[in-house]
Nanobody, 127 residues
């Protein structure tokens, strides 16, 4: 079973940028959609962005991520990236990645279909 490990989080000032990485072990992600989720303190986990197995135009973003975040993948490296720019304090939270065990293209962020959750990586946006 694929297990995912997130990294790249940290403390950044408002307006700054971070690039998160999600590396797979125990298998490949070539045929699955993969999504980033986040959980802010005291809030439920929510979807952020998704990329389909073919990459390219097969991706979707939540409204708050559009224009600021970019999801990409390198199947040869078994890695999914989330480039985040123009960060805001409300982007603070633990960021997770997970693979969709049913669909190869992005459908929605229903957590029930996603698997391989890692420990997450903490992103803190503060001055």
């Amino acid at each position: 079973q694929v297990q995912l490990v997130e990294s790249g989080g940290g403390l950044v000032q408002p307006g700054g940028s971070l690039r998160l990485s999600c590396v797979a072990s125990g298998g490949a992600l070539d045929y699955d959609a993969v999504a980033w989720f986040r959980q802010a303190p005291g809030k439920e986990r929510e979807g952020v962005a998704c990329i389909g197995s073919s990459g390219g135009d097969s991706h979707s973003y939540r409204d708050f991520a559009k224009g600021r975040f970019t999801i990409s993948r390198d199947n040869a490296k078994k890695t999914i990236y989330l480039q985040m720019t123009s960060l805001k304090p409300e982007d603070t939270g633990v960021y997770y990645c997970a693979e969709d065990r049913v669909w190869s293209d992005c459908v929605d962020f229903n957590e029930g279909r996603y698997t391989g959750w890692g420990q997450g990586t903490q992103v803190t946006v503060s001055s």
